[in-house]
């Protein structure tokens, strides 16, 4: 009995996940300098084929600035995905990859006259606005674009707020909407954002129900609408042993809702950027120097706040330190390499005890990390990125 237990507990499996990709790190030590972060391209497909499988009828859209690296996006455009860009600049790069500008979103709900030039020109036709001023901006320089109205949901539950910025009040969705058709848009339908790494089921359901109610007004109203974009917000495990997040369960919620309100016609697409690339990414750092302040060990590394974990500052994110060394563990401190004392990664990990030289990495740091690094400050690169 406790050894069928044992075999079916979940660290075991956990273990030889481990000391797989620990081979990995190792290997790589070989040819690379640290600090440098491996993309997984299994994990991209996997995380690609398990949102697809948990929501079948909602087309992804990978929203590019989780991670814009080149490997990352020619996965997706192989795996046959839509890409969220915000700018001319993530549009430039996709189309450049191989995106087709139909499997392309413009989500930004305030861009540009530039911007908006480059998108008719190359012919990326769909884009979400939030109020009327972008509207006449739409009209004047990319008349018939293909519109979604924003609006503003509960973020309750998220770990990053993205409505504070955008979003229109619902009640004004159907009239914002009747505008862009008065001025020569195509009015689609509507786009939600429920704020990143967000756990809360009930900030779907509650945006689908009101997004159904827009659908119902539109329709009575002779605009009948055609897309509900449900926006990213799917949340990932950051920690080895975090509850509380179950992506299986949540979509198999949403993916109910949506049938229940909606036409059979209507569309759906969403932007996920953390759940596609989080899990893939695993950043892998060396200690380059020890001393012992407060009462413990400090750890500096080859990275730190300015590179690849700025993700604890502008994402709010926490991450797990962990190290090639086995044994006693103790309260450590761990820094990151600029002269600034902010650049503190931690002042409490229980890691074993490290050496000048050793390896520190941390798994699930695809997303929001290297894309807000700094290029350099103090002269620390941030980490070189490698598909593997
Ligand atoms: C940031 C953002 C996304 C991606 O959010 P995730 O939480 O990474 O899934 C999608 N759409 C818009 C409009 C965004 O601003």
């Given at each position: 009995m406790s050894a069928q237990l044992a075999t079916l507990q979940k660290p075991l499996k956990s273990k030889s996940e481990l000391s797989g990709i620990e081979n990995l790190i190792r290997a790589m030590l070989k040819k690379h300098r640290t600090p440098f972060m491996l993309i997984k391209r299994c994990v991209l497909e996997k995380q690609y084929r398990r949102f697809r499988k948990c929501l079948p009828d909602v087309t992804p859209y990978y929203a590019v600035k989780a991670n814009a690296h080149p490997g990352i996006i020619k996965t997706f455009v192989e795996l046959g995905a839509g890409f969220d860009v915000a700018s001319a600049t993530e549009m430039k790069q996709v189309l450049s990859l191989g995106a087709m500008p139909s499997k392309?979103?413009?989500?930004?709900t305030i861009k540009s006259p530039e911007d908006i030039i480059f998108a008719r020109r190359r012919r990326v036709r769909l884009m979400t606005f939030d109020n009327e001023t972008e509207l006449y901006k739409l009209a004047k320089y990319y008349p018939g674009a293909h519109v979604l109205v924003r609006i503003k949901v509960a973020n309750d539950g998220?770990?990053?707020?993205?409505?504070l910025k955008f979003g229109a009040d619902p009640d004004q969705a159907f009239f914002l909407l009747r505008k862009a058709k008065a001025l020569?848009?195509?009015?689609m339908g509507i786009s939600f954002h429920v704020g990143s790494q967000s756990t809360n089921v009930e900030s779907y359901l509650q945006a689908l129900e009101i997004s159904a109610d827009i659908f119902e007004e539109a329709k009575e109203g002779g605009l009948p609408l055609k897309i509900l974009d449900i926006g990213g917000g799917f949340p990932i495990q950051h920690f080895d042993n975090e509850i509380g997040i179950n992506f299986e369960r949540m979509a198999c919620q949403i993916k109910k809702e949506t049938r229940r309100l909606f036409d059979k016609n209507v569309k759906f697409m969403a932007e996920p950027g953390r759940f596609l690339v989080g899990p893939a990414g695993i950043l892998v750092t060396q200690v380059i120097g020890r001393t012992f302040r407060n009462n413990k060990n400090y750890y500096y590394l080859n990275d730190g706040i300015y590179g690849d974990f700025s993700g604890m500052i502008f994402d709010h994110c926490r991450y797990e330190f962990k190290t090639l060394r086995r044994g006693q563990k103790f309260l450590s401190a761990i820094a990151g390499p600029?002269?600034?004392?902010?650049?503190?990664?931690?002042?409490s990990s229980e890691i074993a005890e490290l050496y000048v030289g050793d390896v520190v990495y941390v798994k699930n740091?695809?997303?929001y990390s290297s894309v807000s690094?700094?290029?350099?400050?103090?002269?620390f690169p941030p980490a070189k990125i490698i598909m593997v």
């Open positions: 392309i979103i413009f989500a930004h998220s770990v990053v707020e993205l409505s020569g848009l195509v009015p600029t002269c600034d004392s902010f650049d503190t990664l931690s002042e740091i695809g997303a690094a700094t290029m350099g400050f103090n002269g």
